[in-house]
């Protein structure tokens, strides 16, 4: 069965400084790995995705992810964090896209974390 | 580019009563998901239809219900509606020719039971 953990709840962080959330997933097979934000009271954004090739991608709004397969996570970073940034972190892990016209494409989230600016 | 849109926004329902989600995919899009967060938790799987079929189902009970649409757009229905099922319901669209794999989500309706 796959997994996702968000160890860190809740996150402050001054404006200017950087910021790593932290993810862990457990997956039988190629994992294909997400992060979405998610503002108060809105639906999620995507960032970013890997599914292959270079573990470190890029993303939206200034954010990349890095992939290490040997301890299974995928942590979410960026250089200097605005007060914009303010909003909820989610990690998913969905299936292999070979798979997914049979079986579906169920995504497993994390618990999320919250992430506080400080002026 | 019409992203995912969900009706209605907000609803009040009481313990017992049915309601009816509605979701209109990203444009182009033919596979809809659809998701419960309840407060201070991750989305949770409820379902996925694709060809008018539910493909796969999460561990919902059978109370939870949908269904999709030849234009692709997708309705969930919840009956005898408990306390817990006061959540946030999201929806997701993907394309199944670009692989399946990236789902876009709508804003969600907040559901409130009374």
């Known amino acids: 069965a796959q997994s996702v953990t968000q160890p860190d709840i809740h996150i402050t962080v001054s404006e200017g400084a950087s910021l790593e959330l932290r993810c862990n997933y457990s997956?039988?097979?190629?994992?294909?790995l997400f992060w979405y934000v998610q503002s108060p009271g809105q639906g999620l954004q995507l960032l970013l995705k890997y599914f292959s090739g270079d573990t470190l991608v890029q993303g939206i709004k200034g954010f990349e992810a890095e992939f290490k397969r040997s301890q299974s996570s995928f942590n979410l970073r960026k250089p200097s964090v605005h007060w914009s940034d303010a909003a909820e972190y989610f990690c998913a892990v969905g299936r292999d896209r070979r798979m997914i016209k049979a079986a579906g494409n169920k995504l497993t989230f994390g618990g999320g974390t919250r992430v506080l600016v400080k002026p | 580019d019409a992203g995912v849109t969900q009706s209605p926004t907000h609803l009040i329902k009481t313990r017992g009563q049915q309601v009816t989600l509605r979701c209109s995919p990203k444009s182009g899009h033919d596979t809809v998901s659809w998701y419960q967060q309840a407060l201070g938790q991750g989305p949770q799987f409820i379902f996925q239809y694709y060809e008018e079929e539910e493909r796969q189902r999460g561990n919902f009970p059978d109370r939870f219900s949908g269904h999709q649409f030849p234009n692709y757009s997708s309705e969930l229905n919840v009956n005898a509606l408990l306390l817990g099922d006061s959540a946030l319901y999201l929806c997701a669209s993907s394309l199944e020719l670009a692989g399946g794999d990236t789902q876009y989500f709508g804003p969600g309706t907040r559901l409130t039971v009374l």
């Open positions: 997956y039988g097979a190629t994992p294909y």
